[in-house]
């Protein structure tokens, strides 16, 4: 969902106040066999059957002269395909857990991310996103009165020469590029006025869904559409999570995604400023019906998807995660954090996604998805797969 986006985190990404990004030595580390966590999964395989066919779709995208790195290794993406079917056939044959593990542990080379600085090796943050569903007008209309926009005809989408990547920039009155308005100056100018798609009646939500990068908005007939990230104005993320730390206001333990909501509700006169601090500022398209899709053109897949930053991470081979989940009650009350592990796919990407010591989980939409992805901030560690006996192709 590209999660500024993309889609790319929740995070969430307003709670990731400290993003501890950096690779103590190299991305990732390639694990002797005795060294391999035990690779049980705690959902059904169903799910995750449906993002290996997906992620096998994208990598078959790919130049087929393409490669990639996994530490000391180097592989084509054929092997990469390869690799992905040999798990697809190990799923359809339905094993049960203890069975699974052992294939895994027997058949693939296993590579662990290097984490975050000044953290021992493979230490992770794990945040998480969500679908948010929010209520708007397709007119201006009180209580709908805070927009958000498609990308305007003074964006200007260019990629950068060195690496390919696409950027967000602006034309000034001597056509030079130059970057893009940041939030403060969009809204207060109305740079963006005349592109407005649809309106929200709380400019929180509509700080979230940038944030989120998709969303769902009933609409005042009753109907639902989807949108999602189309593109933003290529200016860096700041974190607002991490304003409030950093100015005292909360504490690193309490900020969460309810907790800021919390704050920004009984200080109203502070709510506007706190919400510029993050000049990113993110333009959205109305999507089709279904899943959000990622920054790799392929729909999510709730609890089995995660964003990573391709700058150091892979995104071309299955995954398998480690950390904690919340147990919540009827009430919405996280009680307590079990652990958590699970094979997921690396499908997204997001702005305070970065570095080998960062993943963000995608879970979905509804009560509990809202819960996980707003308080989730725990410690994991991720693992990368791909299957034994490649053998350079003989020149």
């Known amino acids: ?41 705690d959902l059904q395989l169903e799910g995750l059957l449906t993002a290996s066919v997906r992620h096998l779709h994208y990598l078959n995208t790919l130049p087929d002269k393409s490669s990639f790195t996994f530490g000391p290794d180097t592989y084509p993406v054929s092997w990469l395909r390869e690799s992905i079917n040999s798990f697809i056939d190990i799923l359809k044959q339905d094993p049960d857990s203890d069975e699974l593990a052992r294939i895994i542990h027997e058949n693939f080379t296993v590579y662990q991310a290097g984490g975050r600085k000044e953290h021992p090796r493979g230490a992770m943050l794990i945040t998480g996103y969500y679908e948010p569903f929010f209520h708007g007008s397709l007119t201006r209309q009180p209580p709908y009165l805070y927009p958000l926009y498609a990308p305007p005809e003074s964006l200007v989408q260019v990629r950068n020469p060195q690496n390919g990547n696409l950027q967000f920039k602006r034309r000034n009155k001597k056509e030079q590029l130059v970057p893009y308005w940041t939030r403060k100056e969009i809204e207060e100018q109305r740079i963006a006025a005349g592109n407005e798609l649809v309106y929200l009646d709380n400019p929180v939500d509509a ?142 990407t997001g702005s305070a996604i970065k570095g080998s010591g960062r993943a963000d989980l995608y879970w979905g939409n509804g009560n509990y998805a809202k819960q996980a992805a707003g308080n989730m901030k725990e410690e994991g560690t991720l693992y990368f797969l791909v299957k034994n006996n490649f053998e350079e192709p003989k020149k």
């Open 207 to 348: 700080f979230i869904l940038h944030v989120q990068g998709s969303g769902k908005i009933q609409l005042l007939d009753g109907s639902i559409r989807s949108i999602h990230y189309a593109a933003s104005n290529g200016l860096e993320y700041f974190s607002i999570g991490k304003l409030l730390v950093d100015q005292g206001k909360m504490s690193l333990e309490e900020a969460s995604i309810p907790s800021i909501r919390s704050y920004l509700r009984e200080h109203p006169d502070e709510q506007q400023n706190i919400l510029y601090h993050n000049i990113k500022f993110i333009f959205f398209n109305w999507a089709p019906d279904g899943e959000p899709v990622g920054s790799l053109g392929e729909p999510l897949v709730a609890g089995r998807s995660i964003a990573v930053d391709p700058d150091v991470l892979p995104q071309t081979a299955p995954a398998f995660l480690q950390s904690r989940k919340p147990v919540v009650d009827n009430y919405g009350t996280i009680m307590e954090w079990i652990p958590m592990q699970r094979f997921v796919f690396p499908q997204d």
């Open 1 to 41: 969902m590209q999660k500024e986006t993309n889609s790319y985190s929740f995070i969430l990404l307003i709670v990731l106040f400290l993003i501890l990004n950096g690779c103590a030595k190299a991305p990732l580390d390639k694990l002797a066999p005795g060294n391999f966590p035990r690779f049980v999964d």
